[in-house]
């Protein structure tokens, strides 16, 4: 029992994902940060991970003024492929766009005439 709780032990640790055997490098890597409070950074490294961002305080009316910041990051897929996203942080939250976001389906026809409808129909009143 011993010997095939041993052999068991072994397997799981043969099949585990192993870490790279050596370090990935980094081909770029910037950073700044003013006392106004904006900043802006990047870097990419060997393996084909790349962000950039930068961002800082906006007037947006109110007593506190907001911080926004832009940015994008890219990595590779299983496949090889870039997946890219960009995004805007702001007041009106984080916003991000970029192809592997999924979508919703479309609004069938008859519920966007509704829609349509009652986006130009008077208010009714209250009662």
């Known amino acids: 029992m011993k010997i095939i709780i ?7 640790a043969f099949a585990a994902p192993q870490a790279p055997s050596e370090p990935i490098p980094i081909l770029r890597q910037n950073s ?6 904006s ?19 906006k007037d947006v009316g109110a007593e506190e003024p907001a911080l926004q910041i832009q940015g994008q990051f890219q990595y ?3 496949d090889g492929s ?8 702001n007041e009106n939250g984080y ?4 192809s592997i976001l ?12 509704a829609l349509d409808y ?6 009714q009143p209250q009662q």
């Open 102 to 113: 999924p979508t919703p389906p479309p609004i069938p026809a008859d519920i966007q005439r």
């Open 76 to 78: 590779p897929s299983e």
């Open 39 to 57: 900043f802006q950074y990047s870097f990419e490294t060997g393996n084909g991970i790349a962000a950039e961002a930068s961002g800082g305080l």
């Open 32 to 37: 700044e940060s003013n006392p106004d409070g």
């Open 6 to 12: 041993a052999l068991s032990l072994l397997a799981v």
């Open 118 to 123: 009652l986006a130009t129909a008077p208010p």
């Open 95 to 98: 916003q991000p766009q970029g």
């Open 82 to 89: 870039s997946i890219q996203l960009s995004y805007i942080a």
